[in-house]
């Protein structure tokens, strides 16, 4: 496990509620793609539902880290995808990010138009210090 920092700015507002960058020291760097909010059967946990999922998707993401040693601090960079078509859903997925995340490392909310799995409405990718 590596120590992520997590940095601000002294200049840009602190209204986004997460860093904007993280620093690591040298060592394996694990990339995580694809972390949709399927149970172990393949179903879509909370169909539709954009906190349920993130918070199913965040579950997901929680195994991956700890296969390879690692837990949710160790996640220096997360992008989330947001298959939905208020901008308000963005909001509450980075709301609902906010309540799961000690420190909320830096995020991009990004608002797509359809994702793989049937109901699926978020899905994660991540970069984690190990």
Known sequence: MAE???????????????????????????????VAPLDQGGTTVAPGDVQGQVRAAVGNLRVILAERGGQLSDVARLTVFVAEHLQVDLQVAGETLAEIFVDLPPVSIVGVSRLRYDDQVVELEAVAAL
């Open 4 to 34: 992520v920092r997590l940095h601000g700015s002294d200049r840009l507002t602190t209204a986004v509620g997460h860093a904007y960058s993280a620093t690591v020291p040298a060592g394996a760097t694990l990339h995580i793609a694809g």
